[in-house]
Nanobody, 125 residues
Framework: VQLQASGGGLVQAGGSLRLSCATS????????IAWFRQPPGKEREFVAA????????NYVDSVKGRFSISRDTAKYTVYLQMDSLKPEDTAVYYC???????????????????WGQGTQVTVSS
């Protein structure tokens, strides 16, 4: 599956952005679609994930209540709505797809097989 992320930009603290991840390719390759981010000078971290079938979601604690992940199955697109943005949300955001080969104890994939290019999100204070 191919992934194309877009929607990043510069926003003031407290503002909102919506990221999009357009997907294409074999449907079995997009079992779960997730967003990760890599802040400046730090390692990449998980942000949120959504199951393509059913739409259930999972979030890292730091974004719960502020971010919302969703998917449009007709458009093969996953969205990350980011509200109440904070300077610490500044990062390059990546979308990724998992075929579901291995799951963690929380029932979500531990590996992601396909990655899109990143989109920069900058939150100014």
């Amino acid at each position: 599956v191919q992934l194309q992320a877009s929607g990043g930009g510069l926003v003031q603290a407290g503002g909102s952005l919506r990221l999009s991840c357009a997907t294409s390719g074999r449907s079995l390759s997009r079992n779960v679609i997730a967003w990760f981010r890599q802040p400046p000078g730090k390692e990449r971290e998980f942000v949120a994930a959504v199951r393509w079938s059913g739409g259930s979601s999972n979030y890292v604690d730091s974004v719960k209540g502020r971010f919302s992940i969703s998917r449009d199955t007709a458009k093969y697109t996953v969205y990350l709505q980011m509200d109440s943005l904070k300077p610490e949300d500044t990062a390059v955001y990546y979308c990724a797809a998992s075929q579901g080969a291995a799951y963690g104890t929380n029932g979500w994939p531990v590996t992601y097989d396909h990655w899109g290019q990143g989109t920069q999100v900058t939150v100014s204070s």
